[in-house]
């Protein structure tokens, strides 16, 4: 029982604790490392609520075993010990079903938002195909939408597909083009949006933890930063940043709602003054460290389980 | 299903281009310049992208007519309404290349970009 609190406390600080914490970390500067810290702290705070349930499931249906067994020979108890006997089967039994409600609705909820990802995300991509032109001189997985709102996205439903509008075509440069090609390829060979898609259904089953709030957003910013660093490594960051201005920068398409430029001037200022050698051996390192207690607490976790089941077992 | 996906292309393309509803025998003939395709093909094709709401049907004698239920350009309008759709319950899940600027952090860009390039002419 005590794992069990240790264990929900434990998830519950980190995912209070972690989005500051990071924040306060240069994670640009080592963007991939922080994807990775901010997946494995998610990973790590469901573990061990998963873990504290499952404990308290597994504990509560073990004592109204043990109860049942012990009652067996009891034909000398009196009346009111059995009554308070039954109903603290009873309790553990309600504890048990409950435990067992929550575990089943999240997975039910988690598979529930993922199949309607998926099928949005198919639908769009077969829509984008037929509805968009083939431009086989950009590539054979790039479709063009006749229009002129500046829009450049990747889709992977199905078949991996770059989507770039008219607009982005009239406003860039070729090398910008390539530069801005280049990225989106990227994001379709790291599986980027598997990632994205798996924090986003997390995300809507969650809503109430701030950790899974913020680590969507936090992740996607920092892959569109390992994207920028593949693409800057083929085309310079000349050419990358000057798109990035040209289209973000300019008259707002009619439909644009309260998307934030933010995360555009981060990732503009990081192209034209990238982190020099030193500040990225730094900020790996401190990455690096928060990476292994992060990674080190399930592994932590799955050997205090099993030792505790253990001794329940054998005790 | 997957190798119908360059003939449903085609076919749309045609219906698109086209003033007013047309037969299966119809797209056929205009298609018969690019590949030769066999007309229970097309015709299944056709009857796939109507249930998929593409196209709307009547009967004309024995043959349905077909016309598309929208415009391509309204399509492309409403795909990037769902892109820009910033809702945290948008259906998709998205990763724009860039997002859209307010007006400071565009003068801050501009401002970082012409740093950039004097620096780089120096």
Redesign the interface.
Known sequence: MTLAVCLAFYGALVAVGTPGFLRRHPVERAPRLGVAVWVTTVASALLAWTAAIGIIVAEALMTVERADTTCDGCLLGTGAGRLSGNLLDLLTAVVAAAGIAVLAWFACRVGHAAC??RQ??RQ?A???????YSAPRLGTDTVV???A?R?????SG?RRTIVV?AGVLRSLTRDQLAA?LA??RA?LAGR??LL??SL?VL??SLRWVPLVRAAEAEV?RL??MC?DDAAACRYGH?SL?????A????P??E???????????SR??RL?APPSPAEQATARRQLGTVLLVAGLAPVMVFGSMALSACSVILG | MRGFGELESAIMDVMWSRAEPATVRDVLDELRGQRDRAYTTVMTVMGILHNKGWLRRERVGRAWRYEPTITREAYVARLMRDVLDDSVDAETVFTHFVEQASPEESQALRAALRRLLEGESR
């Open positions: 309607r990802l949005a995300g769009h077969r829509a984008v195909r037929l509805v968009g939408l006749d229009t709102d829009v450049a996205y990747c889709l199905g509008t801005v990225h989106e994001h980027h949006h994205l898609a986003a995300r809507r996607g892959l569109e994207a000349t940043v000057t798109a990035l201005v289209l973000s920068v300019g707002l398409p439909l644009a709602l309260g998307a934030s430029g933010a995360a555009t001037l503009a200022r034209l």
